[in-house]
């Protein structure tokens, strides 16, 4: 396992999977739709990346394979938030969500499929607790991870018999751009730790720490699984 493409990977979680696979040697092809504050370097390639679109993918499976020689890790980690009931979300807006955050892992996954097989590497997605604990404001959110979630388990069995294992992990709520709107309302924050029997968010590190595990030999066992990071909050 040497090469990781991180889609999102100029978001919170995304910068810290890449500090801890570049932490643990590996070279890392990090790619965005925003390349701010994204910095190529040895070992180190940057990609623009649009996940809703199919020539985007392809393009930067391919340059990253190139310019590292192999690609062994593919990390989904792009990804949007809509925060809004049924009622509240339009069809469009219905969509895109999905687009992104599912539509959008199958796309890279699809477009990984050969350089994983060639060497017998893995996905690892960042799914959510949305995808199992329904929230009333976040439809669209919440059926995407959700399927992201079953993809994860359909590929895994697809894909077991090319060497490419396939897993996900779904954390709750954690600090970044994404949650920044919640986290400043102390209402949610007392009532969504009140649900976190560990009573905190979770660490952007925390959540980095097991996509290492995921891909790591360690888990060379593990195909199909969903490692679920939430402070016990679905223990009640
Ligand atoms: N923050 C949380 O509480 C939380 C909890 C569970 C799961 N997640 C998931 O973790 C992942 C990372 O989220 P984050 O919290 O770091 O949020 P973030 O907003 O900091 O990062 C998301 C990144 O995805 C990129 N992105 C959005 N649309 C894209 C597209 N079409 N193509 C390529 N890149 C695109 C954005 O530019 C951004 O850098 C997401 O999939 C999110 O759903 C987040």
């Known amino acids: 396992m040497t090469t990781a493409l991180i889609t999102g990977a100029a978001g919170a979680i995304g910068q810290a999977i890449a500090a801890a696979l570049g932490a643990a040697g590996m070279r890392l092809a ?64 219905f969509q895109h969500v999905l687009d992104v955050n599912l539509t959008g892992a199958y796309r890279m996954a699809k477009a990984a499929h050969a350089a994983l097989a060639d060497s017998r590497g893995s996905i690892v997605s960042i799914s959510s607790t949305h995808a199992f604990l329904a929230a009333k404001n976040s439809l669209a959110y919440g059926v995407s991870k959700a399927g992201l979630s079953h993809l994860t388990r359909l ?70 699984q969903i490692l679920v990071l939430d402070g016990g909050e679905s223990l009640a």
């Open 155 to 224: 590929l895994a069995l697809e894909w077991a018999a090319d060497g490419i294992r396939v897993n996900a992990v779904a954390p709750t709520v954690v600090p970044s751009a994404m949650t920044e709107d919640v986290l400043a309302d102390p209402a949610y924050v007392s009532r969504k730790m009140a649900a976190i029997p560990l009573g905190a968010p979770i660490a952007t590190e925390h959540v980095a720490a097991a996509v290492a595990y995921l891909a790591s030999s360690a888990a060379a066992s593990t195909t199909g």
């Open 30 to 93: 990090l790619a965005d739709s925003s390349l701010a504050g994204l910095d190529a370097g040895e070992g180190i390639t940057t990609h623009r990346l649009d996940v809703t679109d199919d020539d985007s993918c392809n393009a930067v499976v391919s340059a990253a394979a190139q310019a590292h020689g192999e690609l062994s890790l593919l990390v989904n980690a792009a990804g949007i938030m809509v925060r809004r009931t049924a009622l509240e979300t339009d069809v469009a807006t």
